[in-house]
């Protein structure tokens, strides 16, 4: 075990675990932030997006230890009031259906928006891809994606 510093959130947080711990069950288990979800644990699926520094990223896949001062953060902390512009559109377009996915689904759109703020189909085809949804959101996230786009205060 060992003392890690991380920023979450915008806080600075401290927990003592095993340096191979994946940040996601940090997350989880030590910080309680229940919102990012455990689907494959192999970097399949999505649903553990969270953002490192803005970047979406599976945090699954990522060791406490390679963390360091990368800011995360999750779906907790996207905005402050639930009122970001992909998760407006979320809301628009009544995008969930049992919900496990979503919250990877929508760390993995907002990062995306940063980086191309006037996607074509294609390109949100492109960027949600890896992002799985056994209930079969696929249509209303695309819908949602592209409102935000248009919505969107980056
Ligand atoms: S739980 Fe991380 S990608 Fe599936
Ligand atoms: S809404 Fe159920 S898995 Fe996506």
């Given amino acids: ?12 947080l401290s927990v003592d675990v095993d340096q191979n711990t994946p940040l996601l069950w940090v997350l989880r288990d030590h910080l309680k932030l229940v919102g990012t979800k455990y689907g494959c644990g192999i970097a399949q699926c999505g649903a553990c997006t969270v953002h490192l520094n803005g970047n979406a990223v599976r945090s699954c896949q990522i060791p406490v230890s390679s963390v360091k001062d990368n800011e995360v953060t ?7 009031n639930g009122d970001h512009p992909v998760q407006q559109a979320w809301l628009e377009h009544d995008v969930p259906q049992c919900g496990y996915c979503q919250s990877g689904q929508i760390m993995t759109a907002a990062a995306f928006l940063k ?9 949100i085809e492109s960027a949600m891809n890896g992002n799985i949804c056994r209930c079969g959101t696929y249509t209303r ?3 949602a994606v592209k409102t935000a786009s ?3 205060i980056v």
Avoid at 1 to 12: D, I, P, R, S, Y
Avoid at 115 to 122: Q, R
């Fill in 141 to 143: 996230i695309k819908a």
């Fill in 74 to 80: 999750t779906i907790e902390g996207l905005s402050e």
């Fill in 150 to 152: 248009k919505n969107q």
């Fill in 1 to 12: 075990m060992a003392e890690f510093n991380l920023t979450v959130n915008g806080k600075q």
């Fill in 115 to 123: 980086s191309n703020s006037n996607p074509s189909e294609e390109q």
